[in-house]
């Protein structure tokens, strides 16, 4: 089977012959590599003008639909992908994280673009910020896709869920996408490319596929591209000094190798629950993936007083790892990518026992089961010891991509963290203690060093998701030799392919812009009460100003009575006094809110069918009896709900007091029913 390129909207064999990729099983061809002959400015240019122009048409959740609609259509042909998979060497389980693991990315992503995202192409970022004395001038910083195509340039490991975890948030962002799978398990990625682009969900142009090297690709790039990329540090590197990255000052996230730690905290003794956690992830971590995980342990950091029990520990426990062909449901763990890799792994194995001991494994000879040990790329756990970690330099900078790990013993709480700290910036590290006071002291010594941290104990065992999984909801980087960068995170993840812009303006200017009314901008008062409009005819702006309320020592009294809130300051005119906020005795801030509730709520049947909650409640004087309140409500944003029929209408609202001061400011969240959805209650109505 020759690859294909996916480019300029077909499917393109390389011009030449190519490279052969061959089974991590037993040594056989499963397909031909190259992209010779591919036009690299014609992808770029396609990408830019067809791909981005399509997916920036999109608002967030029609993007976020349509991630919705590849996850699923891509579940349809997991079969495909999992028989594939075994040719990279993986087990079914390794096959879960990637297969699985990677839809499942889309699905969050999906999800979290509908509940976190504006329907709208515009993200604003955080509140307008005042900048003149008197608001007519305001700040405010908003989000705009990268006008140019995002390169993805991915590590073996990880076929398909290393392009769905970048996919994801680049679709989500609006920037169209250039997948450059690494060559050896290429042919996972090339299947699960050709299933989506059938699927014929995604816009033409938002994805493009190079099987093979990426030619003059890097130097077509400018300020409006991306390239995210995941490999080892030595090609990251090479990369990022590319003369054309450095005069373009080009996007240029990576994501690298890291020496991950796990420390084991002095409390977690043999016989406790944290030292059979410890045990268990390490095997876990060793084996998973044959130990070709970013994210994997590869220091052990244990007290020097444990680390006997420990090594005896994990050796009989290695020694009951099955290694074979990952077809075989009795194997526990596969093979590495290639033959190249497992030679490269031997050689760092080799450095790693300059400065330590090899306590279990053998390099060359162990048992495989239902394989060839000679054409299968196949290679058995191997733990190391080293004596003195704090004068070893290997166990701290070699990184074996295989599974192997060091017991490093540490004396104090001082050395295991320097010796965290030695790995020079890591994706993951890990913590196992029952004792909060060692997981504060570390945790606080480690997180500079860690894009993410574990904390595992008894408590959160059963329902950890392990040292070595990155989330989609969870930042996934690190920094130094883990490559500086951060992907993943939710929505942060997203903002990597865009541009954050800070605006300025008026408010009324910069509220048609943004969507997402600013005080100060133009305000409207309609002729019914805006609850009477429906989602489309209520505009941003539309405006409410109520009538007056006083507040008198009553309401303050049976407002106390009907909740139970006796609170001093609201019961005891000398206590109230006492209080250096307060002159006497206040009216309960969330009397306020009631009260406010009842000047601006409209009685009547209407499109508002609830109020989902307040966000940014600030009480910010005190209401004394006497006080005369009234509120304005204004239409800040409004967040069409596509598959429910109505929209969620954020209210900014304000309650001022007789002298004009404001005593309480919030958003108020309402569901709005649409002019469809209306109709349908009323007809419901009528007919029942
Ligand atoms: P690699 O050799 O650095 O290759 C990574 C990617 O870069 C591959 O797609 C490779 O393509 C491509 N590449 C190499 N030279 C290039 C060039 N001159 N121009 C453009 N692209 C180029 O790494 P790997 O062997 O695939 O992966 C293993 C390493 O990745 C380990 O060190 C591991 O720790 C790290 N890793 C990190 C993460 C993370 O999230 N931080 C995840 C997985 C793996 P070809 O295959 O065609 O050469």
Redo the contacts with the bound molecule.
Sequence with gaps: MKLESFAQGRWQPGADEGNALLSAVNGVPVARISSAGLDFAGMVAYARNVGGAGLRRLTFHQRAAMLKALAKGLMEHKRDFYSLSTSTGATRADSWIDIDGGISTLFVYSSKGRRELPNDQVLVDGPAEIVSRKGSFVGQHIFTPMRGVAVH??????PCW?MLEKLAPTLLAGMPAIV?????T?YLTELMVRRIIELDILPEGALQLIC???GDL?GLLDCQDVVS????????D??RQHPNIIANSVRFAA????LNCAVLGPDAVSGTPEFDLYVDEIIGEITSKAG????AIRRIIAPRESSAALVSVLAERLSQVRVGNPANKDIDMGALASLA?REEVRERVRELAAEGEIVFGDTQKFDVIDADPEKGAFFAPVLLHCENPGTASAPHDV?A?GPVATVLPYDDLDQAARLAHRGAGS?AGSIYTHDDEVARALALELAPYHGRLVLINRDCAAESTGHGS?LPHLV??GPGR??GSE?LGGIRGVKHYMQRTALQGSPATLTAVTNHWIRGGHQHEPAVHPFMLTFEELQIGDTLNTAEREITIADIEKFADLSGDHFYAHMSEADATRNPFFDGRVAHGYFIVSAAAGLFVHAPFGPVLANYGLDNLRFTQPVYPGDRLKVRLSCKQKTYRAEHGYGEVRWDTEVTNQDGEIVAAYDVLTMVATADKMREIMGTQESG
Excluded at 292 to 295: E, L, P, V
Aim: hydrophobic residues 30%; contains cysteine.
């Design positions: 340039i991915n590590a073996f490991n990880f290393g450059k799978p690494a060559s050896s290429a093979g090297s990426t890097l990329f995941t490999g080892s540090k030595t090609t990251a090479k990369l994501e690298t190798d890291s070709q995980k970013c994210t890799q990184e991509f994706l990155p996934h980087g883990a490559g992907e």
